[in-house]
C-alpha cells in the first residue's frame, strides 16, 4: 500500500533549539498538507502546498514556523525557534487534486514533538 | 467560518451493541464529508468519504450519513466489537482544499 512516509517518529528538543519534520508524499499526489495536533485544539491545519507552491499557510506562526516542499517527494516544516507550546503531535497528509472530489487524502503517522 | 462539533466526546458500550456517532457542521457548503479512525499513538485512517452530493457511504459494518442542508452526518458502528475503540473523527473539506476537523469522539468497546 503506498503511504505517506513522516520522520522523525519523535523528537525531544530544548527550548530554543530549532527542529526540521520531514514528510514523503504519496508518489503522483500532488497536494500536500501539514496539521498539528493537540488535546486542545484538535487538529489544525498549519499549511498546503499543490504542485510544490505554497497555497495557504494562514494556520502557521510566521515568525518563527516555515514549510517548503524542495522536490516532489519531501515537504519540510522547520520550527525556529521552538517553544514549549509547540508540542504535539505534526502530521502530514497527501492526496491528488485532480481526484479532490473522490479519494480524500491519506495522512502519516505523524512527528510527535516535545520541547521542554 | 467553518466548526465541526462531534458529540459525545467519549462513548462506551458493550460488545455486540450497535452505536450511532454524530457530527455536525456549521457552513452547509462543503465538498465531501469523511470519516477518520485513528489509534492511540498512530496516525489517521481513512473509513468513509460521502461525497456533497451523496447521502450515504457504507463500508462493511459501517454506514456514513449526511445530510447537507442541517449540516448533519451520523456514523452508525454495527455490531462494535473490540477492535473497533478508537477515536473517531469527523472533517470536513471546505474551500479548494481544507479539511475542518472535529475533536473526535473516543469510542471504547468492552468485551
Known amino acids: 500500500d503506498a503511504r505517506v512516509t513522516q520522520t522523525p517518529r519523535h523528537k525531544v528538543t530544548e527550548m530554543g533549539q530549532e527542529v526540521t519534520m520531514r514528510c514523503q508524499p504519496i508518489l503522483g499526489h500532488n497536494t500536500v498538507f501539514w496539521y498539528r495536533q493537540t488535546m486542545m485544539q484538535g487538529l489544525e491545519l498549519l499549511a498546503y502546498f499543490r504542485n510544490r507552491a505554497p497555497l495557504d499557510d494562514s494556520g502557521m506562526p510566521k515568525d518563527r514556523f516555515s514549510a517548503e516542499m524542495p522536490d516532489a517527494t519531501l515537504a519540510t516544516l522547520k520550527i525556529q525557534p521552538s517553544e514549549p507550546r509547540d508540542s504535539a503531535v505534526y502530521f502530514c497528509?497527501?492526496?491528488?487534486?485532480?481526484?479532490?472530489?473522490?479519494?480524500?487524502?491519506?495522512f502519516g503517522s505523524g512527528t510527535r514533538l516535545t520541547v521542554v | 467560518k467553518q466548526e465541526v462539533t462531534q458529540i459525545p466526546a467519549a462513548l462506551s458500550v458493550p460488545e455486540g451493541e450497535n452505536l450511532v456517532l454524530n457530527c455536525s457542521f456549521t457552513d452547509s457548503a462543503i465538498y465531501n464529508l469523511q470519516w477518520f479512525r485513528q489509534d492511540p499513538g498512530k496516525g489517521l485512517t481513512s473509513l468513509l468519504l460521502?461525497?456533497?452530493?451523496?447521502r450515504e457511504q457504507t463500508s462493511g459494518r459501517l454506514n456514513a450519513s449526511l445530510d447537507k442542508s442541517s449540516g448533519r452526518s451520523t456514523l452508525y458502528i454495527a455490531a462494535s466489537q473490540p477492535g473497533d475503540s478508537a477515536t473517531y473523527l469527523c472533517?470536513?473539506?471546505?474551500?479548494?482544499?481544507?479539511?475542518?476537523f472535529g475533536k473526535g469522539t473516543k469510542l471504547t468497546v468492552n468485551p
Open positions: 460521502i461525497q456533497s452530493s451523496q
Open positions: 472533517a470536513v473539506k471546505v474551500g479548494s482544499e481544507k479539511l475542518v
Open positions: 497528509a497527501s492526496g491528488s487534486y485532480r481526484d479532490r472530489g473522490s479519494l480524500g487524502y491519506t
